[in-house]
């Protein structure tokens, strides 16, 4: 059974793909209905090898804290772990909600799926 916050959460996504003809958020909205178990997780580390600095990034699943960041970087999960956020915020980046995320890249333009 999806949880409410998730279907709220890809009704708003499938909502903004259509006011703003962006398929990036109908897409996130597909992968947020998906089974939590066939979600992806990603670690800081591997976040670290794809992205520069000041990217901006989706990631559809949860971010773990293994690794290190050398760059600041703009997120935005499904889940996050307390070490993951830590190294993110003390590397300078910031962590977004889909909603802010919409808000500041109605388009889609600019950001990056990873997982």
């Known amino acids: ?6 279907m709220q959460m890809a009704k708003e996504l499938k909502g903004a793909s ?3 003809n962006a398929p990036i958020w109908s897409r ?3 992968l947020a209905l998906k089974p939590s178990s066939a979600r992806r ?5 591997q976040i670290d090898k794809f992205v520069k600095d000041n990217d901006v ?3 559809p699943g949860k971010v773990l804290g293994t690794g290190y960041l050398s760059h600041k970087i703009t997120l935005c999960s499904f889940s996050i772990s307390t070490s993951g956020a830590k190294k993110i915020l003390d590397s300078g980046g910031k962590i977004l909600n889909f909603t802010d995320l919409i808000k500041s890249h109605p388009t889609g333009k600019g950001v990056i799926i990873i997982g």
């Open 1 to 6: 059974m999806t949880n409410q916050v998730v």
């Open 18 to 20: 259509k006011k703003n």
């Open 28 to 30: 996130l909205a597909e």
């Open 41 to 45: 997780t990603i670690n800081i580390g």
């Open 57 to 59: 990034i989706v990631v």
